[in-house]
């Protein structure tokens, strides 16, 4: 074989290369290469897709990688060694045992601080790969270019040993061919020692034309000036074999041997098997046994009687199960919910096609009873088409990472680990990056930058063809045209990893004998390979979600119990609750998973849902494209619109959805119905006609057509089905997805319906860091007559919790004071009861974790008002009263155990109170709202329909018999005048009175607001 190169790094030598795998690969190809290596510094995530990229046009893969190694010299000596003495080696695998040596290599390297690996690991790794000195980089060369030829030929001939036969010098020639002293001494170590020489170039990127953008590349990794980093002798480019012959004409042999090396390495990937861990069994008993009668157990406590279908159904999916091999993944699964449920983390009810297993419910994965919701298993597992299962685990938030950690403590963390993800230099990053290395005007790449419309998948090329001011500034700046040309070099190139958001990889064997992994968060170690590279080699993934409305609807039933002094479950939560559909007619879903945007509250409103089912239609429905047919449901709905259907056979299957095609499995529930699928079949369609690929929708039209005739459908009929199919295969949405987490709306809608004060209590805990969101949140308790109390060092907690038949201000949400303040408070005020004035706060907390910023702010947000002190005065008092503080802990000579004295001398420094308005501006600067300057008023609009006599007499009564503290202004539509009644007139704003009054004017007249109409 002719030369190859072995020495070449891609876009996976992260901020080093600007080669992507895939024009690499057709560059060896289009030069006649027949093979090629990939050698990235220290890690192998590029691996795949480069094997993939190599097969897919028939060039030989050699799977390699650059690896940091100290130097040998002084590794006993470890105090001594600096990083100047470490170097780099090409690593080749040879075979199999080579490629797994060579994950686990990578896999020491990066979970390595210092990113290097010693000679003592290197030997134990060493059979199955060949190893090249390194080249520039390599301590072979470092050595010769110093003058060290001795212990040049040493370090050569100890690799020699650890590599027998399979150890080379690799030789370079960047720049100009030439003869030195270093390539003279090589060739004489390599006779002294009989060590082959192999030439090889470094490559970075393609042509000598992207040199720039290397450099570019370079200074972006450094936190570099690019005049500054001018590359004295660019000659990293991918040479062609005529370039190469030129330079080492002298020496061919060194080129053939390369070829030879190449054709040494075989390394073949195995896309067809699956690696599922086994889930630990009672010895004697198989995978299938244990998930039997784990399910039969789960019959006995779901249902109360056990019909024949369910045992059919249950059967049918045990059954599939086992033919595919699934047994472990199903307990694997169950083992991790119950693991959960047990630690009290409360997952969710299910997501995703899961949901449609009956399998799935009696192990307690699900929540979601797939009979009485008439869901498909075979939407999540199809027979008729292999593929990994997918169960998907919702966590509250705060307990994902303990569920992970779980995971790896019961299977081993040799066997699990979180997956890797890359961070791309996108469009404007890249525009802001090259800027920063360019140096010159700053605003120049800003200007750029904003030009590029902020658009998904937004390319430079895309933004030149659609911004004309972005062409227009290209076309009069020479400067802004080499950014903008720089910058589309390095597009889309990896710029950083990081972790995926859910998934965790569960395989059968230790992992760093297949995929390589790095250092993660925690112990939780990370792969180097990226979701689809793992999925392809068979592995199992799981995603562990964390959801906060998970955290919040525990948090809500948290304080139910606490409050109502007995235990709530989620589960004790009953079906078809009046008062929980009338909040949602009123659109009331602040908090309400799904339901909360104002889009959805509006539909809501229009909707009026009466039953489960339009929960679940209308978070199917909700999104871009099948948005444009709620209103059909709606009128269908509420009967001003007759219901039709395609075809009367198919009324069964729509009659739910009022005939408007909502879901996935309606379309195959058809297929089944008219065509004679079976469900595995139909599942297949709607994949199909999803892709819209015109020969797969072509060859499912015919045999759908064909299924029609069969069952005496006519041919035209037939026609009409499948265009519905087609038209709505977009639109379709995963009905097992959306009962499940329609399930999470459902319990939060009731929590917020009759436990108002807990449910908002939990809300505003969560929002307790957007000052927009907690005003409008007290604008909504101010509706429902719910009083938000400001908060108090005696007795607010460290989140809002009721209190006096309203919430009382948490004091997390009081700004500039800190946890670690918040903590020392309650604790202190615990330990020895309230605090009695500022001066005895300020002996009994340290200012150095309450310092003086954060007592001012509880001062200004009114937490201090029960000292019985002005505000004004207390912020005039407070130095004093620190030093006072400070003066009594030091006499107490550390001896914090001991009660301090009381202050006898607590004196208060008389200042003018604050104005009105000055006390309203510290207080939302202090806490984001206005708690104590404005009233709650109660607007109440006459229009023309009330403005009647016995109207008015009934509004006068109701008033009458509700005395309260809250004021009341008329506004008169006939003749536009308002009124604001006396004080004696003031009302409460319970809800059972504000309801009262809306029944009486209509909603819209009815408007309860803070307003200094009375200040």
Request: with cysteine; proline share 5%.
């Amino acid at each position: 074989m002719p030369f190859v190169h072995l020495h070449v790094h891609s876009e996976y030598s992260l901020l080093d290369s600007t080669c992507r795998i895939e024009q690499l690969v057709e560059r060896a190809k289009r030069g006649g290469q027949a093979a090629l290596a990939l050698t990235d510094k220290n890690v192998l995530y590029g691996v795949i897709p480069f094997y993939n990229a190599c097969k897919k046009i028939g060039v030989h893969p050699v799977i390699g990688m650059e690896l940091s190694v100290a130097d040998l010299r002084k590794e006993k000596e470890k105090a001594k060694r600096t990083l100047s003495e470490d170097g780099s080696l090409i690593l080749l695998a040879a075979n199999e045992t080579g490629y797994t040596h060579l994950v686990k290599l990578a896999s020491l390297v990066q979970c390595r601080r210092q990113k290097r690996v010693g000679m003592a690991e290197l030997k134990k790794y060493s059979d199955g790969l060949i190893a090249l000195s390194g080249g520039t980089d390599g301590r072979i060369d470092a050595l010769l270019a110093s003058g060290r030829r001795g212990e040049a030929e040493k370090l050569a001939a100890w690799f020699q040993e650890i590599f027998p036969g399979r150890f080379y010098l690799e030789c370079q020639r960047h720049g100009p061919a030439r003869e030195d002293s270093m390539h003279t001494a090589k060739l004489e170590i390599g006779k002294a020692l009989s060590i082959p020489l192999v030439a090889t170039n470094n490559v970075h990127y393609l042509d000598k034309k992207d040199a720039e953008a290397y450099a570019c590349l370079s200074c972006i990794r450094n936190g570099t000036k690019l005049a500054d980093n001018r590359l004295a002798d660019p000659d990293f480019d991918f040479k062609s074999s005529q370039e190469m012959a030129e330079r080492f004409s002298d020496c061919p042999q060194m080129l053939e041997q390369s070829g030879k090396i190449a054709l040494d390495c075989h390394v073949d990937f195995s896309f067809d098997r699956m690696r599922l861990p086994a889930f630990p069994v009672p010895k004697g008993r198989t995978s299938a046994q244990v998930l039997r009668e784990k399910c039969e157990q789960g019959l006995a406590e779901r249902y109360r009687t056990v019909g024949d279908s369910i045992r059919h159904r249950l059967d049918k999916e045990l059954r599939i199960i086992d033919e595919m091999g699934f047994n472990d993944y199903f307990l694997i699964v169950a083992d991790l919910v119950g693991y959960a449920r047990k630690s009290g983390y409360m997952p969710g009810p299910g997501r995703g096609s899961a949901a449609g297993s009956l399998a799935a419910y009696l192990l307690k994965i699900t929540d979601v009873d797939p009979i009485k919701y008439n869901l498909l298993f075979e939407r999540f597992l199809n027979p008729e088409r292999i593929t990994m299962p997918d169960i998907d685990m919702d966590f509250p938030d705060v307990d994902r990472d303990k569920m992970i950690l779980y995971a790896c403590e019961k299977y081993g963390k040799a066997h699990v680990a979180q997956i890797i993800t890359f961070g791309t230099l996108a469009a404007k990053a890249a525009v802001r990056d090259v800027g920063r290395v360019l140096g010159g005007d700053p605003r120049l790449a800003d200007r750029i930058a904003r030009l590029i419309p902020s658009a998904p998948k937004m390319t430079l090329d895309r933004a030149y063809r659609e911004s004309a001011k972005l062409r227009r500034i290209l076309h009069d700046s020479a400067d802004a045209r080499t950014l903008f040309r720089l910058a589309q070099k390095v597009e889309g190139l990896p710029r950083h990893s990081s972790i995926h958001a859910a998934g965790v990889i569960f395989s059968d064997r230790p992992l760093t004998e297949l995929v390589p992994v790095q250092e993660g968060h925690g112990s939780v170690p990370v792969t180097q390979f990226p979701m689809e590279d793992l999925e392809a080699l068979g592995l199992l993934k799981i995603d562990f979600l964390g959801l906060r409305n998970l955290t919040f609807l525990r948090e809500v039933i948290e304080r139910v119990s606490v409050y109502t002094g007995k235990p709530f479950h989620a589960e004790d939560i009953p079906a078809g609750d009046p008062d929980t559909f009338q909040l949602l007619s009123r659109g009331d879903t602040t908090g309400v998973f799904q339901l909360e945007s104002e889009g959805m509250r509006h539909v809501l409103r229009k909707l009026r849902p009466t039953e489960f089912e339009d929960i679940v239609a209308v978070s199917a429905l909700y999104r871009p494209g099948p948005v444009q047919f709620i209103d059909r449901y709606v009128r269908r709905k509420h009967g001003r619109e007759a219901v039709r259907y395609p075809h009367p056979d198919l009324q069964s299957i729509l009659a739910p959805t009022y005939g408007v095609l909502v879901y996935q499995e309606q379309i195959m529930q058809i297929a089944v119905q008219m065509a004679g699928y079976s469900l595995g079949e139909a599942d297949i369609l709607r994949r199909a006609v999803s892709k819209k690929k015109r020969d797969m929708l072509e060859a499912q039209q015919k045999k759908f057509v064909a299924g029609c005739a069969r069952k005496r459908y006519s041919a035209e009929t037939a026609a009409q089905v499948f265009d519905l199919i087609v038209r709505f295969a977009n639109y379709g949405f995963n009905r097992s997805h959306a009962v499940a987490y329609s399930i999470v709306s459902y319990r939060l809608a009731y929590l917020k319906a009759h436990y108002p004060q807990m449910f908002m209590a939990a809300y505003l805990s969560g929002i307790a860091g957007s000052p927009e969101k907690l005003a409008a949140a007290a604008e909504e308790l101010t509706r429902a007559g719910i009083p938000l109390y400001p908060p108090s060092v005696n007795r607010s907690q460290r989140t809002f919790e009721p209190a006096d038949g309203g919430i009382l201000f948490g004091l997390l949400a009081i700004k500039n004071l800190g946890g670690g303040a918040i903590d020392e408070i309650i604790e202190e005020r615990r330990a020895r009861g309230p605090y009695r004035s500022l001066y005895d706060f300020c002996r009994r907390t340290s200012v150095r974790k309450v310092n003086r910023r954060a007592i001012e702010s509880m001062i200004f947000a009114g937490a201090m008002d029960e000292f019985q002190a002005d505000r004004a005065s207390m912020l005039a008092t407070l130095d004093l009263a620190i030093r006072a503080g400070e003066e009594e802990r030091e006499g107490a000579d550390g001896q914090t155990s001991l009660q301090l004295p009381k202050n006898t001398e607590e004196v208060y420094i008389e200042v003018p109170p604050l104005t009105a308005t000055e006390k309203m501006y510290y207080e939302k600067a202090a806490l984001g709202l206005y708690l104590s300057g404005d009233q709650t008023v109660l607007f109440l609009k006459i229009d023309r329909e009330h403005h009647r006599p016995d109207i008015l007499a009934q509004l006068k009564k109701a008033i009458r018999q509700h005395p309260g503290k809250h004021r009341i202004v008329l506004y008169y539509e006939t003749n536009g005048k308002k009124r604001a009644l006396a004080r004696n007139y003031s009302v409460p704003l319970m809800k059972t009175f504000i309801d009262n009054v809306r029944q009486l004017l209509g909603n819209e007249n009815v408007i309860v607001r803070k307003s200094r109409i009375f200040s």
